[in-house]
């Protein structure tokens, strides 16, 4: 199993990006998916997720307001928007599917190794002017 960051790249602060997680031998229909991200000497940070059905999102405070999670159907991906972005936001964006948490519930912070498919790559985020 694995699953494909894309859509990363270098915008000026207030700029926006969006992010595109993408299954490779799977399809995130059956998954629920979260967006992570990690830059350089801080923790990985839980940002957001959607369920499998789509009808629950969270969102870490940081975020909220800011990014919007959501599902394209036709394409298999899991989207990430990213709106007024800010230089603390820069870093390694990932994507990660989960699996056993039902059809209505996501997971950004706990035990996500309990639920954990697979991780992806990551994609690079740079918020700079």
């Known amino acids: 199993l694995q699953v494909v960051e894309s859509g990363g790249g270098l915008v000026q602060p207030g700029g926006s990006l969006r992010l595109s997680c993408k299954a490779v031998g799977f399809t995130l229909d059956l998954h629920a998916v979260g967006w992570f991200r990690q830059s350089l000497g801080k923790a990985r940070e839980g940002l957001s997720c959607?369920?499998?059905?789509?009808?629950?999102?969270k969102y870490a405070d940081s975020v909220k307001g800011r990014f919007t999670i959501s599902r394209d159907n036709a394409n298999y991906t899991v989207d990430l928007q990213l709106n007024n972005l800010k230089p603390e936001d820069t870093a390694v964006y990932y994507c990660?599917?989960?699996?056993?948490?039902?059809?209505?519930?996501?997971?950004?912070?706990?035990?996500?190794?309990?639920?954990?498919?697979?991780w992806g790559q990551g994609t690079r985020v740079t918020v700079s002017s």
């Open positions: 990660a599917a989960f699996s056993k948490l039902g059809t209505s519930n996501c997971i950004i912070r706990g035990n996500l190794d309990r639920y954990l498919e697979v």
């Open positions: 959607i369920s499998m059905s789509g009808d629950s999102t």
